[in-house]
């Protein structure tokens, strides 16, 4: 579903681009929960902001594709509109606009780019409605303003509710457990697992913990280190990390 | 008084070319279109002549004669004022005309015997289908009047009589002048006075058309009354007047949209709204508008030098000015509050978008003069390509208007760094115990805001208005439904290529 092949990208603009990944391979089957751990600095938010498109990261090599389709010709937003979706570190605030008007022009934008006819706004508040129950979130809270005012842990299941309106085939989550306590990570988790796992979808779990892998229980897990993917095992090897330390585990591999 | 100012300029060269491509993008004015209806004009030029004219065309009465000949004689006496922060090539003013009217003159029961030509233009306008749908006999529709002003004279005026059953008059201000002389007389020219300004001066002498709107004591007007105003033809200066008079107890809504063809001429607008309200009366007047603002090179465009003025002169007294600027080469406009009235209330909601070369200078003024008077601003700006958009206020208390209130919030938005965005605020108060707050900001659509709307499917433009919209909320809520759906189109088109 996603293959990433010898990718290399910088930062920092063309005055002194500074290089991050270098050199990254790793291939997401559909079906496949794929969890990324790293020590701080190795480029996992990197890999997600390129993967998402984001403005100011430099492809100098390699290539990403998905679903047979050349990820990194396409613009952020027909990206989404493909089936990624890019759940982020720190959600960002858009004061005035509601999680639900927001939503639904989004998704009505896919579902245009797609060929698809839009939701009504019957249609669209039946899904939302769905999909916060899901999350345990409060339809009120989908009424207030993107983000605004939010908590840390409001943000990651509203990023949560997000997911499941837009139904993606492929979820980059990056840090999505960071600044949950263990009731919300429950939530979160479980809405992991009910939006993404299906046998036509995938996931990138990007992760320091494993408190969250207990929960979304993956089926392959890669150490990213210095720009590259160094070690892949299946879930043992997060436990290992957790055990000891990315120092260890790298030392061996 | 403070004066904050707010303008970057850095890879300008670079981005020259990139602003351009975009802007020609933008040029391709929706509502860029000319229609064929036949005018007659007055010759080119002002003298007293051609005051006498426009009165002989309107048939007014020999007293609105010599008040226009007044007018005119002051109006040469005056200086054009040069100190708002917008700049234009002198404006001949004897090369315009000043008098442009449908050829054939017809009086409508309905909008459907409207001429097919300037239905046409309002079907592509846009025009709120509640008019048609009224007219269409369909069940619940909400009702709004319309009195459309096309080329300076009132080409049709329906439910009329509806409005009368409820003692509502709702005329254009030529007919008003023929039929409530004494209305009329008592109130033109009072809260705008003749020698206020240069550009009010000029209107007063050459005024074309407009609106006379009278809601009598313990009224409420039964539906929202409605004007579009357009500019037709060419190098016609548009001086439309607008009078409304608000009874004891009585309560209209009145909303004000306007369009105009793609023209390479500068355009001349110089409109006056005089609005009064008494005792325990409330007025609402909402603008959106979204006249050709000139091509994505600064060339042509409308001038709009506009004098709105209220007077809330009744005790517990309400005026609440909305608009969305959007259109217009060159805006200078300051919608007030004259808050003589104890307990009135003053309000001024306001989005100003200016794109390209667009110039705007606009805000309001609260003068307090009523005990326990109040007033709220809040001024949304958004600027864009390399434009200029200046918010210019003044809230003024009077040495005998206690506990009198204001709160006063102006925030800015810029796109792009070519363009600048300005907050003069005045502050006079001669009265210790008023409480008077100024907040302001100013921020820039941030690249985290647009890739985190467009990874989630919205394109770069869509994603710029569902931003830019959010901005302006707090404004937008306070117009009437059927602009608010508007006037959000407005925002995005007034936007489009202004970003990437």
């Known amino acids: 579903m996603l293959e990433i092949t010898n990718l290399h990208a910088t930062v920092g603009g063309p005055d002194k681009p500074t290089p991050i990944l270098k050199g990254l391979t790793l291939h997401v089957p559909a079906g496949e929960i794929h969890a990324i751990m790293g020590p701080n600095g190795a480029g996992k938010s990197t890999l997600a902001n390129v993967l998402g498109g984001k403005p100011g990261y430099e492809v100098t090599a390699g290539s990403v594709t998905f679903n047979g389709q050349d990820l990194l010709a396409l613009d952020p937003h027909e990206r989404a509109a493909a089936g990624l979706f890019l759940g982020f570190q720190y959600p960002v605030e858009i004061p005035g606009v509601s999680n639900v008007q927001f939503l639904r022009e989004a998704l009505n934008s896919q579902r245009r780019q797609r060929g698809e006819e839009p939701l009504s706004g019957g249609e669209f508040l039946k899904l939302a409605k769905d999909k916060a129950a899901l999350l345990q979130m409060d339809m009120d809270m989908l009424k207030r303003q993107v983000n605004v005012g939010f908590s840390g842990g409001e943000k990651k299941r509203a990023e949560m509710v997000q997911m499941g309106i837009l139904n993606p085939a492929f979820a980059v989550l990056d840090e999505t457990d960071s600044g949950l306590d263990i009731d919300a990570l429950r939530i979160v988790g479980a809405g992991i697992n009910s939006i993404m796992r299906s046998p036509d979808k995938a996931v990138l779990l990007i992760t320091h913990y494993q408190r969250l892998l207990d929960v979304v229980r993956p089926d392959k897990v890669s150490v990213l280190a210095d720009g590259r993917i160094v070690e892949t095992g299946g879930p043992e090897l997060a436990l290992r990390l957790e055990a000891e330390g990315y120092d260890t585990v790298m030392a061996d591999g | ?500």
């Open chain 2, 1 to 500: 008084m403070t004066d904050l100012q707010t303008r970057s300029q850095s890879d300008v060269a670079e981005t020259d070319v990139e602003a351009r491509e975009a802007a020609a993008k933008a040029a391709d004015y929706e509502h860029g279109w000319s229609s064929d209806i036949e005018t007659e004009f007055a010759e080119k030029g002002l003298t007293e002549d051609t005051v006498r004219f426009i009165s002989g065309k309107k048939n007014e009465p020999e007293w609105m004669l010599e008040w226009r000949l007044k007018a005119f004689r002051l109006w040469q006496t005056m200086e054009e004022p040069d100190w708002a922060k917008v700049g234009y090539p002198k404006i001949d003013y004897q090369d315009a005309y000043y008098y442009a009217a449908p050829k054939k003159k017809i009086e409508l029961g309905s909008l459907d015997e409207l001429d097919p030509e300037i239905k046409r233009i309002y079907d592509k306008l846009g025009i709120p289908l509640g008019e048609q749908e009224v007219l269409a006999g369909v069940k619940g529709a909400k009702k709004v009047a319309v009195d459309a002003v096309f080329d300076s004279v009132s080409v049709a005026t329906s439910f009329r009589e509806e409005l009368l059953r409820a003692g509502v008059i709702f005329l254009s201000i030529s007919e008003a002048i023929r039929e409530y002389p004494d209305l009329v007389r008592k109130w033109l020219g009072r809260i705008v006075p003749v020698r206020d300004n240069y550009f009010a001066a000029l209107n007063c002498a050459v005024f074309s058309d407009g609106t006379f709107v009278y809601v009598p004591e313990g009224v409420r007007c039964p539906m929202e009354l409605s004007t579009y105003f357009r500019i037709n033809a060419e190098n016609t200066g548009q001086f439309e007047r607008t009078l409304i008079i608000a009874e004891k107890g009585s309560y209209v809504s009145y909303l004000e949209g306007c369009t105009a063809p793609m023209r390479d001429e500068n355009q001349l607008h110089a409109a006056v709204v005089e609005l009064v309200a008494m005792d325990d009366a409330e007025i609402k007047y909402s603008t959106v508008q979204n006249w050709y603002p000139g091509n994505a090179d600064g060339v042509g465009g409308i001038y709009n030098f506009v004098t709105k003025r209220a007077l809330c002169q009744g005790d517990r007294s309400k005026v609440s000015w909305t608009q969305v600027e959007t259109g217009s080469a060159v805006t200078w406009k300051y919608p007030s509050c004259v808050l003589n009235g104890e307990d009135s209330v003053g309000e001024f909601y306001s989005v100003a978008v200016t794109n390209n070369f667009q110039q705007a200078d606009t805000g309001t003024k609260m003068i307090h003069n009523g005990k326990n008077s109040r007033s709220t601003i809040i001024s949304k700006g958004i600027s864009a390509g390399k434009s200029s958009n200046t918010y210019r206020g003044l809230v003024r208390v009077g040495p005998t208007a206690s506990n009198v209130r204001n709160f006063t919030q102006c925030d800015s938005l810029l796109l792009g760094d070519q363009c600048g965005a300005h907050t003069v605020p005045y502050i006079e108060v001669k009265n210790p115990s008023a409480q008077i707050e100024h907040e302001a900001t100013t921020s820039k659509i941030s690249d985290e805001q647009l890739f985190y709307a467009m990874q989630r499917g919205l394109g770069e433009e869509e994603a710029v208005a569902l931003i830019v919209n959010g901005f302006a909320k707090d404004v937008l809520k306070e117009l009437p439904m059927e602009f608010a759906v508007e006037a959000q189109k407005l925002l995005a088109i007034s936007l489009e290529g202004s970003v990437g």
